[in-house]
Nanobody, 126 residues
Framework: EVQLQASGGGLVQAGGTLRLSCAAS????????IGWFRQAPGKEREGVAC????????YYADSVKGRFTISRDNVKDTVDLQMNSLDSEDTAVYYC???????????????????WGKGTQVTVSS
């Protein structure tokens, strides 16, 4: 069974850091694009960052550039999202998702992603 598992969320003060991890079961991240998305209450889902493992291409939302870093841990076979300088606007449920690299997917909205994990809550207190 194909599954994605996101972990690492929690409560942090503004200015703090968190590291989210996305692990897969039933497949490996080779030949996939792995994205992190978030959805805050009352807001639409937005793409935060996306890594295409085939060529290392990376997308970041403007709102997180310079603060968030997406990377693959080849030992653990996870795709991690390092989040620094967090602020209250980053409060949301964060999801990871995967798309086969040759599929048409949108890293900004998440349309076209093949698999989704359950979210992990990130709460930033001001």
């Amino acid at each position: 069974e194909v599954q994605l598992q996101a972990s690492g969320g929690g409560l942090v003060q503004a200015g703090g850091t968190l590291r989210l991890s996305c692990a897969a079961s039933g497949f490996t991240f080779d030949d996939y694009a792995i994205g992190w998305f978030r959805q805050a209450p009352g807001k639409e889902r937005e793409g935060v960052a996306c890594l295409r493992t085939t060529d290392g291409d990376i997308y970041y939302a403007d709102s997180v550039k310079g603060r968030f870093t997406i990377s693959r841990d080849n030992v653990k076979d996870t795709v991690d999202l390092q989040m620094n300088s967090l602020d209250s606007e980053d409060t949301a449920v964060y999801y990871c998702a995967a798309a086969r690299y040759y599929n048409s997917y949108d890293p900004k909205s998440g349309r076209g992603m093949d698999y989704w994990g359950k979210g992990t809550q990130v709460t930033v207190s001001s």
